[in-house]
């Protein structure tokens, strides 16, 4: 560390005055003050001193605290820039798995309406099939009662007309025997 008040600088400032005198007579031809040069190199290192204590120092630290700061910013910035890089590429994944799964559903979704189309359609037959059966059976039995009714009125025409061309009127068991004979004729 630099003292301008250390009795080296001292010493050396008067024996460097003493120097001075003996060649005086060269620089004084040139218009310089020894005794004026010495006190302004004692006056200057002591500013020397002073601005390199209270003002170098302090500015230096400021300088390095302040480079500190700017590191500091610097790194963080990088890691900002690699956090938001990590969130784009963890963004990126979650729309990817998002839609994924988006498509799996719509799949799950049209293979469960096809199935429920299938069986719908499946029991609209079933019971169209079943309506078809009904209908026929009821047809059939409408069929048997009209041929059933139609055998009674044949058979009964039958009889009257047997009855009126014999002349003579039946008895209940002839009309039933000739009912059932006409009947047995009709059904073969």
Same mark, same amino acid.
């Given at each position: ?10 010493? *050396? ?8 005198? &003996?060649?005086?007579?060269?620089? %004084?031809?040139? %218009?310089?003050?020894? #005794?004026?040069?010495? =006190? ?16 170098? +120092? ?14 500091? %910013?610097?790194?963080?910035?990088? *890691? ?5 890089? %990590?969130?784009?590429?963890?963004? !990126?994944?979650?729309?990817? =798995?998002?839609? #994924? ?22 029991? +609209?037959?079933?019971?169209? =099939? *079943? ?11 409408? #069929?048997?009662?009209?041929?059933? $009714? ?11 007309? =047997?009855?009126?061309?014999? $002349? !003579?009127?039946? &008895?209940?068991?002839?009309?039933? $025997? ?11």
């Amino acid at each position: 560390m630099f003292n301008p008040f250390a009795p080296e600088i001292v010493h *050396a400032a008067a024996e460097a005055a003493a120097t001075v005198q &003996t060649e005086e007579s060269v620089l %004084g031809a040139l %218009g310089v003050n020894w #005794k004026l040069f010495i =006190a302004q190199l004692l006056n200057f290192s002591v500013v020397l001193f002073i601005m390199w204590k209270w003002v170098y +120092t302090p500015l230096l630290k400021i300088i390095d605290a302040r480079t500190a700061k700017i590191d500091k %910013g610097l790194k963080d910035a990088e *890691a900002a820039a690699a956090a938001k890089s %990590g969130a784009e590429q963890a963004s !990126e994944e979650a729309i990817l =798995a998002a839609r #994924k799964e988006a498509q799996r559903l719509i799949e799950e979704a049209q293979k469960a309406a096809e199935a429920q189309r299938a069986e719908l359609k499946a029991k +609209t037959q079933a019971e169209l =099939a *079943a309506l078809v059966q009904q209908g026929k059976d009821t047809l059939a039995a409408e #069929k048997e009662r009209m041929v059933q $009714g139609a055998r009674a009125e044949i058979a009964e025409l039958a009889v009257l007309i =047997a009855g009126k061309a014999l $002349g !003579e009127k039946l &008895t209940d068991a002839q009309k039933k $025997g000739l009912l059932d004979a006409a009947a047995k004729r009709i059904d073969s």
